[in-house]
């Protein structure tokens, strides 16, 4: 069976000579391989198929038979990296924390201890930026509307 730490040492030079980023690597029973994908710029289709062919060409099928998929993550998929979160600066995010409260709004500032959210919903008397510390929340993710 196929290593999470091969395939990661695999993906290091495919991804940067793409400007991609790696969100994550699940292997699951059957060694079904499951590679997650992002870039600053969104990922097309067209790129994971490019990154699956090579990660392909570099696995042994003879060896050991494997199914792969290479896909961006879902935008219903809590993100997985602070770079996800650098890239969803400006944009609305919906954030849960581990007390259970919920806070959706537009992400302003994102680093390695603290998100920056302005809530939807805020007082007319001050801006109503809301500083999370990142210990406390449980997840992230984009907040879909329609």
């Known amino acids: 069976m196929y290593t999470r730490e091969k395939i990661l040492k695999l993906l290091e030079g495919i991804l ?8 994550d690597v699940k292997i699951r029973k059957g060694n079904l391989i499951e590679i997650f994908i992002d870039s600053d710029s969104g990922v097309t289709i067209y790129e994971c198929a490019d990154v699956s062919r090579a990660i392909e060409a570099l696995l042994d099928r003879d060896t050991e038979d494997f199914e792969l998929r290479v896909s961006s993550p879902g935008l219903d998929q809590p993100f997985k ?17 581990l007390d259970g409260s ?14 920056l959210v302005k809530p939807d919903r805020v007082k007319k008397q001050d801006d109503g930026a809301i500083l999370i510390p990142m210990v406390t929340v449980q997840y992230a993710k984009p907040y879909i509307s329609f």
């Not at 969803?88 to 849960?96: Q, T």
Request: no cysteine; glycine share 6%; proline share 0%.
């Open 16 to 23: 940067s000579s793409r400007k991609l980023f790696l969100v």
């Open 81 to 97: 990296t602070h770079r996800q979160l650098l890239k969803y600066i400006g944009s609305k995010i919906m954030v849960k924390q």
């Open 102 to 115: 919920e806070i959706t709004g537009k992400l302003e500032e994102a680093d390695e201890l603290h998100l």
